[in-house]
């Protein structure tokens, strides 16, 4: 009897066609009422990167020349914690809570839940970060605490915003008109429902004396660019790459796969940032070995996009947003796997409490968040205005920020680690000091280019705003 030889497509090539039609058909319809929104949140990130890297900046100039501007409002330890704050809550959560809750309905086939939950939390989290700049820049604070310095009342705002995004998005996806949750969506929820939990940990006081200040700040910190930027960051990406491209994503089942192993690994490295501090030991090496896994969900995620992108050459120069998510995936990769590095004990003894660091930080949350959020933006915003910007103004915003970073890391790399050898070598501090000087100044040179080009983005974000409110209403019967 003849072998009968029927092909069945495998589950996970039709969950590839299914996400493939989806894509291409809710592109297709927009509603200008979540247009506009989405276009508030933007408008408020921008502004808030250009507030916040202007304070950057200064602080980058008061390194070389530390009388610059020597007023108490503008001193170092104040305009550090406005400089870190503002872009972290001002500018990259708001751009990432706007893109999502374009990316959130759209992924689950349907409308969002609520325009006007949106809106309330918008606006009580531009309360959050406004009443934070300006109590920072009066000196009143949470203490040294990094990146929660605003007072706890304002932690209430941030964590009510927080909520309303949760229930927006938690019913979003309950109405949705698929069997499958999409992968974007997964990390998406799972990120506003994990920064919940954060912002309570953080803020709870009882257990936060000596070293258990120090372990929760290690745990706050690292959750803080690991359970909410990146995840969400990641989500969007899960969402916008297939969609800009109109091609499924390479492997599912690699999102699948980064999704859990982040949140396994993840959640208990926040101790590396401790090394050789008086915590546990033990606690110290299990963040370290975790560091190290960590390198299961970055490579899954960065090889995924990556190759979700192979053979775009030709389609790279012509688009506003591909050459952004690719800096964008790239720096996923490399600058994560420089921060696994970093947590060695042979390699920490070194860069740690040295410029290294920032410089790592900027790779991570420039590199790779803010890059992805543009590459979304630039994306995005033309398709659903139906205006696009002006072509050599986002060609120089991406040189300027590309350049600008790379200048910005390459010099703290190198200068970082010039101080950490001078320190292990016992030499005065003074000598570091002076050996740090010109790099300092290649920083300063750095992040002007990226202050520039962020107004440059601004300017380009104007020329995507959506049609006036009342051309949006006569069009839309939908709850303003
Ligand atoms: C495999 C992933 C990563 C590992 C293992 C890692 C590791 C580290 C380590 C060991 C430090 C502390 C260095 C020290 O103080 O001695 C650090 C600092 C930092 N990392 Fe990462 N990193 C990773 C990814 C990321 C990502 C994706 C982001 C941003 C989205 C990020 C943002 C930061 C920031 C902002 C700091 C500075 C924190 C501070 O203020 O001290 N890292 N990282
Ligand atoms: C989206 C843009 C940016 C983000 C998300 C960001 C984020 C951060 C973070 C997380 C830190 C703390 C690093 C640490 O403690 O290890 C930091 C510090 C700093 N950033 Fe930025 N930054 C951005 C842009 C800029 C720009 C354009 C400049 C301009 C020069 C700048 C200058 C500085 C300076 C001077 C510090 C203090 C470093 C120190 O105390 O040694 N940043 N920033």
Redesign the pocket.
């Given at each position: 009897m003849a072998r009968q030889t029927v092909r069945r497509a495998p589950e996970a090539d039709l969950y590839k066609q299914s996400v493939a039609r989806l894509i291409t058909e809710t592109s297709a319809r927009e509603d200008p009422v979540l247009t506009r929104i989405l276009f508030q949140y933007l408008g408020w990130a921008a502004f808030w990167l250009v507030v916040g890297t202007l304070a950057g900046g200064i602080v980058a100039l008061k390194f070389r020349f530390p009388d610059f501007l020597d007023l108490p409002f503008l001193s170092f330890g104040r305009l550090r914690a406005i400089h870190t704050n503002t872009v972290f809550w001002g500018w990259t959560s708001l751009a990432m809570m706007g893109l999502a809750l374009y990316a959130v309905p759209r992924a689950s086939k349907t409308e969002l839940y609520s325009v006007k939950l949106a809106k309330i939390a918008l606006w009580l989290w531009n309360v959050m970060v406004l009443m934070g700049t300006l109590a920072l820049a009066s000196g009143i604070n949470n203490g040294n605490q990094?990146y929660r310095e605003y007072v706890w009342p304002l932690a209430l705002l941030f964590a009510a915003s927080l909520l309303l995004h949760v229930i927006n998005f938690y019913n979003t996806i309950a109405r949705r008109k698929m069997k499958e949750i999409y992968i974007s969506n997964w990390y998406i929820l799972s990120a506003f429902l994990w920064t919940l939990v954060l912002a309570t940990i953080a803020y709870l006081p009882w257990y936060q004396r000596g070293l258990g200040q120090t372990i929760i700040q290690g745990y706050y910190?690292h959750q803080g660019?690991?359970m909410w930027?990146?995840p969400t960051v990641v989500g969007l990406t899960y969402y916008f790459l297939p969609l800009f491209l109109n091609r499924p994503i390479y492997s599912y089942a690699l999102g699948v796969l980064g999704f859990w192993t982040q949140l396994v690994f993840y959640t208990i490295?926040g101790t590396?940032?401790f090394?050789f501090s008086p915590i546990p030991w033990l606690l110290q090496t299990i963040a370290i070995v975790f560091?190290v896994g960590?390198?299961v969900p970055?490579w899954a995620g960065t090889g995924n996009f990556l190759l979700t992108m192979k053979g775009i050459g030709g389609l790279i120069r012509r688009s506003y947003s591909l050459p952004f998510i690719l800096v964008g995936v790239i720096s996923?990769g490399l600058?994560?796997t420089q921060?696994?590095l970093?947590?060695f004990r042979t390699a920490?003894l070194t860069?740690?409490f040295t410029n290294f660091?920032v410089g790592?930080?900027h790779f991570?949350?420039y590199g790779?968040?803010a890059f992805l959020i543009w590459g979304g933006i630039y994306g995005l915003l033309p398709r659903l205005t139906g205006k696009e910007p002006p072509v050599k103004a986002v060609g120089v915003h991406f040189w300027m920020s590309t350049v600008g970073m790379a200048i910005y890391v390459a010099s703290l790399s190198v200068g970082g680690t010039l101080q950490g050898l001078l320190w292990s070598a016992q030499k005065p501090f003074l000598e570091s000091v002076v050996a740090m000087a010109p790099h300092w100044l290649w920083r300063a040179v750095g992040g002007m280019l990226m202050i520039l080009g962020h107004l440059v983005f601004a300017y380009n974000l104007y020329h995507m705003r959506p049609a006036a409110r009342s051309t949006v209403e006569a069009r839309s019967g939908r709850e303003q």
């Amino acid at each position: 009897m003849a072998r009968q030889t029927v092909r069945r497509a495998p589950e996970a090539d039709l969950y590839k066609q299914s996400v493939a039609r989806l894509i291409t058909e809710t592109s297709a319809r927009e509603d200008p009422v979540l247009t506009r929104i989405l276009f508030q949140y933007l408008g408020w990130a921008a502004f808030w990167l250009v507030v916040g890297t202007l304070a950057g900046g200064i602080v980058a100039l008061k390194f070389r020349f530390p009388d610059f501007l020597d007023l108490p409002f503008l001193s170092f330890g104040r305009l550090r914690a406005i400089h870190t704050n503002t872009v972290f809550w001002g500018w990259t959560s708001l751009a990432m809570m706007g893109l999502a809750l374009y990316a959130v309905p759209r992924a689950s086939k349907t409308e969002l839940y609520s325009v006007k939950l949106a809106k309330i939390a918008l606006w009580l989290w531009n309360v959050m970060v406004l009443m934070g700049t300006l109590a920072l820049a009066s000196g009143i604070n949470n203490g040294n605490q990094e990146y929660r310095e605003y007072v706890w009342p304002l932690a209430l705002l941030f964590a009510a915003s927080l909520l309303l995004h949760v229930i927006n998005f938690y019913n979003t996806i309950a109405r949705r008109k698929m069997k499958e949750i999409y992968i974007s969506n997964w990390y998406i929820l799972s990120a506003f429902l994990w920064t919940l939990v954060l912002a309570t940990i953080a803020y709870l006081p009882w257990y936060q004396r000596g070293l258990g200040q120090t372990i929760i700040q290690g745990y706050y910190m690292h959750q803080g660019v690991g359970m909410w930027f990146t995840p969400t960051v990641v989500g969007l990406t899960y969402y916008f790459l297939p969609l800009f491209l109109n091609r499924p994503i390479y492997s599912y089942a690699l999102g699948v796969l980064g999704f859990w192993t982040q949140l396994v690994f993840y959640t208990i490295i926040g101790t590396h940032h401790f090394i050789f501090s008086p915590i546990p030991w033990l606690l110290q090496t299990i963040a370290i070995v975790f560091s190290v896994g960590m390198m299961v969900p970055v490579w899954a995620g960065t090889g995924n996009f990556l190759l979700t992108m192979k053979g775009i050459g030709g389609l790279i120069r012509r688009s506003y947003s591909l050459p952004f998510i690719l800096v964008g995936v790239i720096s996923y990769g490399l600058a994560s796997t420089q921060g696994t590095l970093e947590a060695f004990r042979t390699a920490n003894l070194t860069w740690h409490f040295t410029n290294f660091t920032v410089g790592h930080a900027h790779f991570t949350m420039y590199g790779f968040v803010a890059f992805l959020i543009w590459g979304g933006i630039y994306g995005l915003l033309p398709r659903l205005t139906g205006k696009e910007p002006p072509v050599k103004a986002v060609g120089v915003h991406f040189w300027m920020s590309t350049v600008g970073m790379a200048i910005y890391v390459a010099s703290l790399s190198v200068g970082g680690t010039l101080q950490g050898l001078l320190w292990s070598a016992q030499k005065p501090f003074l000598e570091s000091v002076v050996a740090m000087a010109p790099h300092w100044l290649w920083r300063a040179v750095g992040g002007m280019l990226m202050i520039l080009g962020h107004l440059v983005f601004a300017y380009n974000l104007y020329h995507m705003r959506p049609a006036a409110r009342s051309t949006v209403e006569a069009r839309s019967g939908r709850e303003q």
